[in-house]
């Protein structure tokens, strides 16, 4: 590895991104203490201090700040949304393309501990229309000011059933669901 490009979008305030070995956490590959969106870089990676080896895993964490906004953040594309993504360069060229972690709608059901009675499948809607009106539902109905339900959904997004996808330069994608 020769560089690792760190990104989030307004809300993004420390990235880091953490090297497990064997069950045993390595130094970080990259940390942004004051991440910036506006001053977004690629940071050089020594080769020779980060080796990557079969089995090798990564942990990126990122912390965001959404005091100032009146409105619930959601991940996304959109700038006011939220991700956390880091881009990685190799060489010798590797057949990996990407990998993207993400949860279930399911998961996201029991952790906002909304009904899973909201019939949108029932009458085919897409899961685009589910997502949008369980946005404004958690919006609406979602008390986060209750400690103990954030708790319970925090445990439930950390927890809880994920996909793990993974896609190789051909573009094929290899997917591992993660319980």
Same mark, same amino acid.
């Given at each position: 590895m020769f560089s690792a490009f760190l990104h989030s979008h307004l809300a993004g305030r420390k990235l880091r991104l953490r090297h497990i070995r064997d069950g045993r956490e390595l130094d970080p590959i990259a940390v942004d203490e004051h991440y910036d969106y506006d001053y977004q870089i690629s940071?050089? @990676?020594?080769?020779?201090?980060?080796?990557?080896?079969? *089995?090798?895993?990564?942990i990126l964490e990122c912390e965001y700040d959404t005091s100032e906004r009146d409105a619930m953040t959601f991940g996304g594309g959109a700038a006011s949304n939220e991700m956390c993504l880091a881009f990685l360069s190799v060489y010798p060229r590797s057949k990996l393309a990407g990998c993207f972690h993400?949860? *279930?709608?399911?998961?996201?059901?029991?952790? #906002?501990?909304?009904?899973?009675?909201?019939?949108?499948?029932?009458?085919?809607?897409?899961?685009?229309?589910? /997502?949008?009106?369980? @946005?404004?539902?958690a919006e609406e109905e979602i008390d986060w000011s209750d400690a103990n339900f954030v708790k319970h959904f925090q445990n439930k997004r950390?927890?809880? $059933?994920?996909? /793990?996808?993974?896609?190789?330069? #051909?573009?094929?994608?290899?997917?591992? @669901?993660? $319980?």
């Open positions: 940071r050089a @990676v020594d080769p020779s201090k980060v080796i990557l080896l079969p *089995g090798d895993e990564f993400m949860i *279930g709608l399911g998961t996201a059901l029991e952790a #906002s501990r909304m009904p899973w009675t909201f019939g949108a499948y029932e009458y085919g809607k897409t899961e685009a229309v589910v /997502h949008d009106a369980l @946005v404004k539902q950390r927890f809880g $059933n994920a996909y /793990h996808l993974c896609t190789e330069r #051909s573009i094929e994608l290899i997917t591992e @669901v993660l $319980n």
